[in-house]
């Protein structure tokens, strides 16, 4: 354990409150338990123990009191995923003459997925806030009874848990979040057709019609294959880094969010904002519109996706759920025939899909004259309307508006029933 640390704690301590051998300095003496130099075991809320040995005292003190709180947990702490509570226990900045020995017991249950108990670990803390964890040598795991014994001079603040890094690592391997796809580097035509529309009105002043494609060039990258689901946004929620959707229904289905049922659909109601945080808490990014188009259209001009044959407008439909053929969304999965050139999904229809560039009518549809190609364009630094770009249409979109360069564009903190997102991941050359 860090020594300047500890002894930090000790200076600030004892600066308000003068160590003595009497009860009332401490103020536990309703809940506490005293032991003199002959030591003992104090057991606390939450099945922890305190075992002091005989001769443990430190000197000229005659009696101690041992108490052990239970405090609110954090999803994660500094360093780490709790599987515990907080306990904080006291007398806190106290050094002990003999090393005591602190038995916290854990449940399996609270492991996060896919995580291993001989990677758990016990922290320490002055602040409750940050944590260190306890060196190898003075802590014993008791596997065959979901205990860790922890040897230490000083008391204050204990969880057990999973390092941080870990836990984020483990998240990755979720079937989905680490689900990608590879979109290998090279050019391919940006923008729209020429003479496609811009989203100006007739009144606003200007550039009305697309100029024609740009050619692109992109570095190779990965692309979640699917939307990001209910289920993967929850362990974002969970570990204290996502916030809840605005809204935890559907059109359809008033028990949608929390559902188990629907665990596999997009998430909704997710602002730009949100969907970044997520992405960044999985070790990802927003795609950038360049990098979403290219997923979704391959090297050349495709209309759709899967091709340039419009979807069926009716219920048979197999490549695409859109103008409102299913009433709601659909599961992420749905869809194979719909898939991508390079087999991401739903890159048409489903949920509209935000992306990490700012809207501006000039960067996407002007034709560039001087035949320059673009390498890994970030899109515009700002937007006219401060805007994010959505893609891809939604399950209520229309056929024009589920095209591979059809495009929507709302503020950061915009959520709605039919916008979600997916995420991409940069290749370190």
């Known amino acids: 354990m860090n020594r300047s640390l500890l002894s930090a704690f000790i200076i600030a301590v004892l600066a308000v409150f003068s160590f003595s051998c009497g009860e009332e300095e401490y103020g536990f003496e309703k809940y506490g338990q005293d032991f003199d130099n002959d030591g003992g075991t104090y057991k606390g809320v939450g099945g922890v123990t305190v075992i002091i040995p005989a001769g443990a005292l430190p000197e000229g003190v005659d009696k101690i009191t041992v108490t052990v709180f239970s405090l609110d947990t954090a ?25 005591l020995t602190v038995n916290i017991p854990y449940k399996e249950s609270n492991f996060p997925p896919l995580l291993d108990e001989l990677d758990l670990k016990p922290y320490f803390s ?12 003075f802590y014993q795991l008791d596997v065959e009874n979901n205990i860790i014994k922890i040897s230490t ?20 391997e979720v079937e989905g979040v680490a689900e990608m796809v590879l979109i290998p ?5 940006f923008g729209a057709p020429q003479g496609t529309k811009t989203e100006l009105e ?11 494609f740009n050619t692109v060039y992109l570095s190779s990258y990965y692309i979640d294959k699917y939307e990001v689901t209910n289920s993967q946004y929850q362990l974002c929620q969970n570990a204290g880094a996502c916030t809840e959707p605005h809204d935890v229904t559907s059109i359809m289905y008033q028990n949608y969010y929390y559902n188990p049922n629907y665990a596999g659909f997009p998430v909704i109601w997710v602002s730009w904002n949100q969907a970044k945080t997520f992405c960044n808490w999985a070790g990802k990014q ?9 997923a979704a259209r391959g090297e050349t001009m495709r209309v759709y996706p899967w091709g340039d044959e419009p979807p069926a407008d009716n219920i048979e439909a197999t490549v695409a759920n859109y103008s409102a053929l299913f009433g709601d969304v659909t599961s ?21 899909e935000w992306t990490d560039t700012w809207h501006n009518i000039d960067s996407y549809y002007i034709k560039r004259t001087d035949g320059v190609v673009i390498e890994d364009p970030a899109g515009p630094a700002e937007s006219p309307t401060q805007e994010k770009v959505i ?30 997102f997916r995420c991409m991941q940069a290749i370190n050359e």
Do not use: C
Not at 185 to 189: D, H, R
Not at 202 to 212: A, D, M, R, V
Not at 286 to 294: F, I, M, V
């Open 185 to 189: 580097a090279g050019n391919f035509q």
């Open 391 to 420: 893609r891809g249409g939604s399950w209520v979109s229309l056929e024009d508006e589920i095209t591979t360069y059809s495009r929507d564009m709302s503020f950061p903190n915009y959520r709605y029933y039919n916008l979600g």
């Open 202 to 212: 007739e009144t606003q002043e200007g550039l009305k019609e697309s100029e024609g």
């Open 75 to 99: 999803p994660f702490t500094n360093v780490s995923k709790p599987v515990t509570n907080i306990f904080s226990i006291s007398p806190a900045a106290v050094q002990f003459k003999k090393d």
């Open 153 to 172: 001079k000083y008391l204050g603040n204990f969880h057990i848990g999973f390092p941080k890094e870990l836990v984020k690592e483990d998240n990755k």
């Open 286 to 294: 927003l795609p950038t519109e360049a990098q979403w188009e290219k």
């Open 332 to 352: 992420v999965s749905w869809g194979d025939d719909g898939a991508s050139f390079y087999g991401v999904y739903n890159m048409a229809g489903n949920v509209a």
């Open 126 to 137: 002055i602040d409750r806030e940050s944590f260190e964890v306890f060196a190898q040598d």
